[in-house]
């Protein structure tokens, strides 16, 4: 019923923009063909409906006519455009992640099954599987936090296959490490498992407790908002493309009252991507110092984590938590909005347990 009435309206103001136009260029020619020589107004103006048109009122009645018709056409073609597009934002984080079957996230290990380590860890760039051995026995590590989700494990390792989990923000960064313990045959294999990672490390708390608590908390904390101040010490841009996509019409954060804000004074929430260069260690301190208590510090991505494919050398400190105490992590290279807005929703419950 709306949608017919919609159309109508707009056929109605489309016939009568037509006229409008017509009127305009018709009247014109009735002053020109005046009987007693008298001219209409040397005076010309431009507008849309030509390169020029003389100044007198039938021409700017019907000029006025036919720019409004124009502009209310024009915001009626934008609402039909809308309706028949409908919603697209996502129900996230009450429906589960829409993530492409191409999206790559963390890797995952099968420990028990697990022959050989030191393939997966020689061609990891960023050392995110690490070997430790002694006495016949190797700890072999998985950190997620130095992970950058290249593929090059599951490639070069049968045991270790690449999904498209994504949701991985941890509280603490010794949750983001899963490490199994093995018993080594003489020629460097595993011969049995002493120990496997133990489960349930990460966050206990579900995406349908923070959602279902969110608007609640941030009410009780920052009066019906949070506000967010973004820092790039030093990142490659992927973050910052993945934290733009935020603010799309598909993930659109403000449906939870959060906003970004320009400056640190305004802001509740730091967000940190880049492996902090040394360049930029100051200008994250005084950005923080800059924000009211009570502040949460995220760091963002593989290099805000840990350093990621940089890690810790003459340019970089080696992630966020080396300048500022961190109450988020999240991981990947870059994490997608669906990770970024889990990491952000799970900063916010722990403020929620901090006051
Ligand atoms: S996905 Fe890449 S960075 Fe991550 S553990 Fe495997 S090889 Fe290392």
Redesign the pocket.
Known sequence: MIVHSCLFVQLSLKIFAACANLGAHLLPQRHEERKDGSRNSPLRSSCLCGPSVRTNFGLRLGCSLSIRGFFIINMFDILQKTLRTGVVTTAYPKTPPEISSQARGR?EIDFANWKDARP?AA????G??ALEEADSMRAAT?DLGK????????EADAAIRMTSSCELASTRRNALQFTARYQLKSDGTHQAVLELPAAGRLPAITLDDVGKNLEKQIRKMFGRSLHIREVDAGSCNGCEVEIAGLNSPIYDIERFGIHFVASPRHADMLLVTGPVTRNMELALRKTSDAMPEPRLVVAVGACGCSGGIFGQNYATLGGVDQVLPVDVYIPGCPPNPHALLHGILLAVGRMHRQA
Do not use: D, E, Q, Y
């Open positions: 890797p997966s061609v990891c760039p960023t995110a599987i998985l992970c950058i989700f290249c593929g090059l494990c599951a």
